[in-house]
């Protein structure tokens, strides 16, 4: 029986409602033996009392310190912030082993400690560890992903060679389709310790189109473009308002705008919406944390999901959610996001719609119904929903640390 250990200090996110969740239930169903380390004030956390509901009594505890939250911001505090990261690692992991074996310990946000163990060595000392690996965007011009290039790229690049380099670390898994082939390309020799693991994300509560429309206000015949989930500037909140300031913009048209404002985003909308007279009955406005409920109806009431991050390289959520609901997306012309959205025909890119740049956008219309209509409910969405499906995660990430653990017993 191999005997798993999670290590994940915080409970913001969904990393403990999905990534954690989804692990230990599939390690648990092949009969492991699971503990879950992780922090006081996370196990208080309701997204961690949902976990340990979910799994009953078969998910084992064990408590680690409390890390600093003045060490974690900055870019200059960096390595700072990881230490104090690493520290608690190593106290709690040192701690757990006088009392419990540990066949491999897996953290699901590998970024809490992935530039400083490459200097400092495991913190988990010779016991077999990997872990998950996001946001990495060192890779990505050289792998044609178009998008802003990092100053420290050189820096990130040699730190993410000496994580890989580490004789403990036997897995690192990603959500990064190309890093594997860049590792395989550029780090030949290293290649075998990483694999790719698509993303997941769900729709809670699922609703019926007529019934989300509904309840959102919304008419049949109206095309509805949706943004869900925390909205920032960095979601390309400026552009999407240019889109509904245009002279032409048809009457038919409809934004949602569905989560939680920061307050640059919040300044943008009001701002908007004061300014756009009658058209502001083309706006619907949802400044707060939605529901399950409202989720699904978000989803199911869209024509087109928007996608537009500005200096923002990584994966979403949203895409995936798109996908499962059948809806395309309109993205912008970089980054992960773009990358899967024109591999697998998700949507339109910005740039196929903009027929003359702001301060006076103008807008193909007609192009943006056609081909989003076209692509709505298509086999690629689908498809691409299924590579991304809760089952498959936790299931491809027990394969990876099985086969790495097999080797690591015949070595």
């Not at 077999?128 to 290039?149: E, N, Q, V």
């Not at 500037?233 to 705008?257: T, W």
């Amino acid at each position: 029986m191999t005997r798993l250990l999670l290590v994940e200090p915080e409970a913001s996110g969904h990393r403990m409602v999905l990534y954690v969740r989804l692990m230990a239930q599939e390690a648990l169903r092949r009969g492991w033996k699971v503990t879950l380390m992780t922090t006081g004030s996370a196990l208080a956390h309701s997204a961690t009392q949902s976990v340990m509901s979910a799994l009953a009594s078969g998910l084992g505890i064990t408590t680690m310190p409390e890390i600093p939250r003045e060490t974690r911001y900055g870019k200059l505090q960096l390595l700072f912030g990881q230490r104090a990261y690493l520290r608690a690692f190593e106290q709690a992991y040192r701690e757990y082993r006088k009392t419990n074996a540990v066949d491999f310990v897996y953290v699901p946000y590998l970024n809490y400690v992935d530039k400083i163990v490459g200097l400092h060595g495991s913190p988990f000392g010779t016991t077999p560890f990997g872990g998950m690996i996001l946001a990495a965007k060192f890779h990505h011009h050289a792998c044609g992903i178009a998008g802003p290039r990092g100053k420290l790229d050189v820096v990130n690049r040699v730190l993410f060679q000496r994580l890989l380099s580490l004789r403990a670390l036997a897995l690192a898994t990603t959500i990064d389709e190309p890093l594997p082939k860049y590792v395989t390309q550029n780090m030949p020799a290293l290649a075998p310790k990483i694999r790719y693991v698509p993303d997941v994300s769900f729709i809670s509560k699922p609703a019926q189109r007529e019934t989300a429309r509904r309840a959102l206000g919304l008419e049949e015949d109206h095309f509805v473009i949706a943004s869900y989930g925390s909205l920032s500037p960095r979601k390309g909140v400026a552009r999407l308002l240019s889109m509904f300031s245009a002279a032409d913009l048809p009457g038919h048209f409809r934004l949602v705008l569905a989560g939680v404002q920061d307050a640059e985003a919040e300044r943008l909308v009001q701002s908007f919406m004061a300014q756009a007279g009658p058209r502001r009955s083309q706006v619907i406005v949802v400044n707060r944390f939605c529901s399950e409920l409202e989720e699904g109806w978000v989803f199911s009431a869209a024509d087109a999901m928007w996608l537009c991050y500005e200096n923002f390289s990584g994966m979403s959520g949203v895409l995936i959610q798109s996908a499962q609901a059948g809806v395309p997306v309109i993205t912008s012309n970089y980054g992960l996001i773009d990358h899967n959205r024109e591999k697998n025909s998700l949507g339109l890119r910005w740039d196929d719609l903009l027929l003359a740049p702001p301060p006076a956008p103008c807008f193909d219309w007609g192009k943006l119904e056609t081909i989003m209509h076209s692509i709505q409910g298509s086999s690629q969405l689908a498809q691409f929903a299924r590579q991304h499906n809760p089952e498959n995660f936790g299931c491809n990430v027990m394969d990876a640390i099985s086969q790495v653990h097999r080797t690591e017993g015949r070595a």
